[in-house]
Each structure stands twice: as C-alpha cells, then as structure tokens.
C-alpha cells in the first residue's frame, strides 16, 4: 500500500466515531496529517515514550476507542494532534477558561504547568509577523505566541526533573503547534489602510474571499489540503531546527503565495481566488505539512526523553 493510501485509511480510523467539530489550523485533516508524516519517522524509542506520555491526557481513552490494537498508538498520536482546538469547545471540554485571542499581560500567558493548566491559549497557536504593502503601521506580534513555547516545551521535555503530566501535555501542544505555524496565515498580519487595527487582517481572518467558508484564513487552514503530503521534500530543509526560522519561510510565503498569486485585496471587498491560485495553494499545503512532519519527528527524535 502507498503512503497516500496507508494516510488515508489512517486518518479515516482517527474519525471513526470522532470529531471535535474544530475549524483552526489544518483543520483536523491538516493536522493529523502532520502528525502520520512525524509518526512515520520517529524512532522506536521516541514512538514508545510519546505513546507513553499520551496516555496521560484525559482524552486518552476517547482517541483510541473501537481501533483494533495494531492502530492504536498511531491513531492515539494523530488524534493528539487537534487536542489544543478541542479544549476550545465548552461542550465536550468544560472547564476550560478562554483568555482571548492575545495573551493577558499576566504570567499565566506563558505558563508551563501541564494539565493544571485550564486555560485555552488561543494566542499559542500563531505568531503574527507583520507586514505592509502599502506603507500602512504595523504593530509587532504579542510577546507570547507559538514561537516562544515551542522553544519552551521542547527545552521541557528533553529535562530529566521535569514531570510527565507536563511532558505529556506539552509534546500534544507541540504536536499542534509545529503543524500551526507551517500554516503561512499563522506566521503574519497584513496591514493596510483598510486593515490597521493592531491586529491587522488577524493572519487573513478578515479578508474576506468568493468561496471556501468566506475567509481566507477558512481556506487556508482547511480547503487547500488535499488527499496527502508532498513526500518530495528536501532533506536539507526538513533538517532546519529552529522554530525562528519555520515561521519566517511561513511568513514569506503568505506574502508571495498567499496574498500575491494572484493579489488578493488590500481593500475590503470580496477577493476572488482564481483555478491557478488554488491548484498554487493546494502544492504551497502539501508542501508545508510534509514539510512540518518532518521536522516534527526531528523535534522528538532530538528532545524527547
């Protein structure tokens, strides 16, 4: 069986009588996507702690019911992959605090304290570097974002002192927040006479397109994906480590392909997104979520003890 086909049967087990009914990063698809390209090339021993972590989250049980045994781990890890989305959902997560889309000035926003941890942390699945094409005020990314706890949460997890219920609750965000930032409108803001606020467009949330959920970031986190990852990608690139520089080529890229390919508006009007730029969109994702498998299951291969 080839990749393609083994990946779609894999995520076909991850929703057997599943679904957070989430719409963020990837999407679910996305998501667990990279997280069948990691699980893929991490080691034995890597799989085996990882699988061992998980075991940990409450959801546990949930992500690997009715899967027969020879699945289980692998669906576990992929299914861990939206966790961060579904504690967003107060029906199926109550208990949950949300505490905003950008993080409170309080020492709480950057917390590292495992599942203790009841906030929601909406502002950890982005970095919002910005931009103008038009000579329009930007204004800098929040202090706290994905960047600063993937540096965070791998420095944990490779610590021997450090617990495993936090272990476990942050190699399930890292899980999502490698996938997060390979996403290019969760590495910008475009700032324009018609989007100057200091969040600008908020990563394209409000740029406004002919199809697709009516958003660009809607398209860009879900319809782009297609049926599986591009295999063909450069090892020299997958091997880049440094979280930095992840969200900088997302970040040039949503200015060449995301908002250029055809241009999308800097006013406010409805953009439309043309055959060429679509099938452009669709290689960009599959690309990108290859891509952050890959660097993923170095991530864990290199820091996970």
Avoid at 115 to 121: E, T, V
Avoid at 176 to 190: C, E, F
Wanted: charged share 25%; aromatic share 8%.
């Amino acid at each position: 069986m080839t990749f393609r086909l083994k990946l779609a049967a894999m995520i076909a087990v991850a929703g057997v009588a599943w679904s957070s009914g989430s719409a963020h990063a990837w999407h679910e698809k996305g998501h667990m996507m990279v997280a069948a390209v990691a699980w893929e090339q991490m080691t034995p021993a890597v799989r085996a702690r990882a699988i061992e972590l998980l075991k940990i989250n409450p959801d546990y049980s949930k992500w690997i019911a009715g899967v027969a045994d020879d699945l289980k781990d692998k669906t576990a890890f992929m299914r861990a992959s939206v966790w961060p989305d579904d504690i967003k959902n107060p029906t199926t997560h109550p208990g949950f605090i949300n505490d905003g889309d950008s993080p409170p000035k309080t020492k709480q926003a950057g917390q590292n304290i495992g599942y203790a941890d009841k906030r929601m942390h909406k502002y950890w699945h982005y970095k919002d570097v910005p931009f103008s094409p038009d000579g329009t005020k930007t204004f800098r990314a929040p202090p706290v974002n994905a960047e600063t706890q993937i540096r965070r949460f791998t420095a944990a997890i490779s610590k021997p002192g450090v617990s495993d219920n936090i272990k476990s609750y942050d190699i399930i965000w890292l899980i999502h927040m490698v996938g997060d930032i390979h996403q290019p409108l969760h590495a910008t803001a475009r700032f324009t006479k018609a989007f100057k606020t200091k969040e600008g467009d908020r990563g394209g949330n409000s740029v406004r397109i002919d199809c697709c959920g009516s958003k660009l970031h809607t398209y860009w986190d879900g319809e782009v994906v297609g049926d599986s990852p591009d295999p063909k990608v450069a090892a020299a690139a997958a091997a880049v480590s440094d979280p930095g520089a992840w969200i900088l080529e997302s970040f040039n890229i949503a200015k060449t392909d995301v908002y250029m390919k055809p241009p999308i508006e800097t006013k406010d009007v409805v953009s439309k997104l043309t055959p060429a730029y679509k099938s452009n969109a669709e290689k960009v994702a599959r690309e990108r979520i290859a891509l952050a498998g890959a660097r993923l299951a170095r991530l864990f291969n290199d820091n996970l003890k």
